[in-house]
T-cell receptor, first 113, second 113 residues
Framework: AQSVAQPEDQVNVAEGNPLTVKCTYSVSGNPYLFWYVQYPNRGLQFLLKYITGDNLVKGSYGFEAEFNKSQTSFHLKKPSALVSDSALYFCAVRASQGFKTIFGAGTRLFVKA | GAGVSQSPSNKVTEKGKDVELRCDPISGHTALYWYRQSLGQGLEFLIYFQGNSAPDKSGLPSDRFSAERTGGSVSTLTIQRTQQEDSAVYLC???????????FGEGSRLTVL
């Protein structure tokens, strides 16, 4: 069965500092991995995805994520956090041979000015 | 429309009543998903449809929940004999292709009194 773990309920970072939001996954076969962001009272927005190829994936708003197969991780990163990055972030996994997409519990990012 | 459309946006009902939630996916998207999100928490997978294949109903929490997708487009999620614990935001998403990201609607907020 597929699963996603986001071990941190909340991540606090100062504006201008680098941020990391952690995600590990479990899936049979090769994974497709996704990050989404949810701003208050708004729908979920796609940030980036890993399908194949380069392990470092770049996405919207300056975010990037690194796929690590040996550690089954797909951590979200940004070199310099903005207050406007404060939101709820979700990691998701899908087996490459299927369509079922499972989300993690979410990590709330709080960026302090 | 250009995006995933869900209706109603808000629904208040009394315990024991049946409710229907509607999702109109992006035109041409073959996969359609339903998720449940309680109080800004994680996304709980309910069901997905892909093309003409049998739906994956593995996430439906009880036999009070059912969903159908007519003509490969619009989907309806039905909750019978609603309970207070059914109160949540029900999110619909659609995608194209096996590696495609999900596009989410704004959700239907269900409150069961």
């Amino acid at each position: 069965a597929q699963s996603v773990a986001q071990p941190e309920d909340q991540v606090n970072v100062a504006e201008g500092n680098p941020l990391t939001v952690k995600c590990t996954y479990s899936v049979s076969g090769n994974p497709y991995l996704f990050w989404y962001v949810q701003y208050p009272n708004r729908g979920l927005q796609f940030l980036l995805k890993y399908i194949t190829g380069d392990n470092l994936v770049k996405g919207s708003y300056g975010f990037e994520a690194e796929f690590n197969k040996s550690q089954t991780s797909f951590h979200l990163k940004k070199p310099s956090a903005l207050v406007s990055d404060s939101a709820l972030y979700f990691c998701a996994v899908r087996a490459s041979q299927g369509f079922k997409t499972i989300f993690g519990a979410g990590t709330r990012l709080f960026v302090k000015a | 429309g250009a995006g995933v459309s869900q209706s109603p946006s808000n629904k208040v009902t009394e315990k024991g009543k049946d409710v229907e939630l509607r999702c109109d996916p992006i035109s041409g998207h073959t996969a359609l998903y339903w998720y449940r999100q309680s109080l800004g928490q994680g996304l709980e997978f309910l069901i997905y449809f892909q093309g003409n294949s049998a739906p994956d109903k593995s996430g439906l929490p009880s036999d009070r929940f059912s969903a159908e997708r007519t003509g490969g487009s619009v989907s309806t999620l039905t909750i019978q004999r609603t309970q207070q614990e059914d109160s949540a935001v029900y999110l619909c998403a659609s995608s194209i292709g096996q590696s495609g990201e999900l596009f989410f609607g704004e959700g239907s907020r269900l409150t069961v009194l």
